[in-house]
Each structure stands twice: as structure tokens, then as C-alpha cells.
């Protein structure tokens, strides 16, 4: 945004304009929503995607360990609380995380496993679409990024998301933090927070954090790419993505190799 058209953004709000014509004006001024400046080392794609191999996962362990070193790494704060709790990733049984799968004489073992669930990045972000401000963004990477400070915290995104991959700063979280990593900046009270596939990780070269913690359980790379792992995973085996039936275009898929013998 220019000196003209921040002046102008200024006036409206003291005047005590409506937010709508705020927001229009801050839609229509030509402002780009925060980006990560690019380095020779950074890693690039077309679209960016995760695998995920549930087989990998044989216990709720194996996912706390992988969100435990992405909520350190990203000072997300730990609130013991169901109603004020920040998570970028979690543990969902097979019910709640793919409803729309469920059936009588599903395998037990598929009934059983443990699913590490976090924001999808989807190809047709509905996130995007509503939010006022561009605090939500689609990167031309594929990645939904988030600039912290356009957000006004009037959660259109959390109530638009079919996932449930958002988080709202209803406390200070910075008073929930132990040990803060000063290479990531904290939140505020009153903004919406989520995964964002480690964009300062990529840019250093450096793959995301839960991928990194995982053992080869999540595969991250280009989707556009025939040759990275992911592809390659996915062509090899049958794969699913979450609520599929929406549209929203998923960028994490799970694969699901089902049988007792299965490894």
C-alpha cells in the first residue's frame, strides 16, 4: 500500500467509516499480504504437498512426539484448556478424520490407526475466500500463508475451514510459551494461527519440522513433480485426502495400506 492510499485507509477509520469500506479499501489499494523473500538455498515448487504413511504411526506417541517439535519450533503456546487450546497438529482416530469413509466391515486395523491431521493448504482455500483482510493467503507455491498482522481476528476463516485446522488466540499466548524461539515470532491475543508448512524452514532450505521428526513417515515435496517422493509414493500406493467431496483440493495425502500383515 502506498503513502496515498494508507492515508486514505487512515481517514475512513477516524472518520468512523463502516469496516466494510475499510476493508474494500485495503482489498482494492493493490497491498500484498506478507511474504518470506526468497534465497538461493531456499527449496521451491509448484505445489507443495505432504504423504502421509499411516502404517507408520503405531501409537498416539508417534504423532504427540512429531506436534510436540512443530508447537516448539513455531511458540505455539501449550494451554491445558479444550476451549482456549492452540494446536497446529494433532491425533484423530479414523471417525473424525475421514466420516465420510466409515463403514460396517472396514478393516479393524484401518478402524484403529492413529491419523496426524493439520491444515490441508488447500488447492481452493474457502479460508481465503472469506477473509476480509488478505491476512489469509495462497502463495503461488500452493502454500496458505497467513500475515498475522492483517488479521482482525473475526474468525470468518475458522468458521469457512471444513477441517478444523485453526486456532484462535483467545489469552495472551506469549504467557504460555516456556522457552521461546526467538528465529519464529510469537502471536498476539486476538488473532488466528495455523500450520504454515515451515515457509521460513523452506526458505532456508530445510524441510518442515514434523516431516523432519517423523522418520519417513511424511513425505513432503513437489506434487507437480513426477520424480519427488511424494509422486512417487502416490503412484505406488492408494491414497486418500480428507472430505474429498467439498472441493477444496486437499495438498495432504494419506496413505492407507489397510491388511494385519501390512508394514
Not at 137 to 158: P, T
Amino acid at each position: 500500500m502506498n503513502r496515498r492510499d494508507f492515508l486514505k485507509v487512515g481517514a475512513l477509520t477516524a472518520a468512523g467509516i463502516g469496516g466494510t469500506i475499510i476493508f474494500e479499501g485495503l482489498r482494492n489499494s493493490g497491498a500484498q499480504a506478507g511474504v518470506i523473500k526468497e534465497s538461493n538455498q531456499a527449496l521451491k515448487a509448484k505445489h507443495w504437498g505432504m504423504v502421509v504413511d499411516v502404517d507408520k504411526f503405531k501409537s498416539p506417541e508417534d504423532i504427540q512426539r512429531i506436534a510436540e517439535a512443530c508447537h516448539k519450533y513455531h511458540n505455539v503456546p501449550d494451554i491445558d484448556d479444550p476451549d482456549n487450546e492452540i494446536k497446529w497438529i494433532w491425533r484423530e482416530d479414523f471417525e473424525h478424520t475421514f466420516t465420510e469413509l466409515d463403514n460396517p466391515y472396514l478393516n479393524d486395523k484401518i478402524k484403529e490407526a492413529n491419523f496426524p491431521v493439520l491444515c490441508n493448504h488447500c488447492e481452493n482455500p474457502v479460508c481465503v475466500r472469506v477473509c476480509p483482510t488478505q491476512a489469509t493467503f495462497k502463495r503461488d507455491d500452493g502454500i496458505v500463508a497467513m500475515d498475522y498482522h492483517r488479521c482482525i481476528g473475526c474468525r470468518f476463516c475458522m468458521t469457512a475451514c471444513p477441517f478444523g485446522a485453526r486456532s484462535f488466540n483467545f489469552v495472551d499466548p506469549r504467557s504460555h510459551i516456556k522457552n521461546v524461539n526467538t528465529e519464529i515470532p510469537t502471536r498476539t491475543q486476538g488473532v488466528v494461527e495455523k500450520c504454515t508448512f515451515c515457509v521460513e524452514r523452506l526458505e532456508k532450505g530445510l524441510p518442515p519440522v514434523c516431516v523432519e521428526a517423523s522418520n519417513g513417515g511424511i513425505l513432503f515435496g513437489d506434487l507437480n513433480d513426477p520424480e519427488s517422493d511424494v509422486r512417487k509414493i502416490l503412484t505406488g500406493n492408494f491414497a486418500i485426502r480428507r472430505k474429498e467431496e467439498l472441493g477444496t483440493g486437499p495438498s495432504i495425502y494419506y496413505v492407507i495400506r489397510g491388511g494385519k500383515d501390512s508394514a
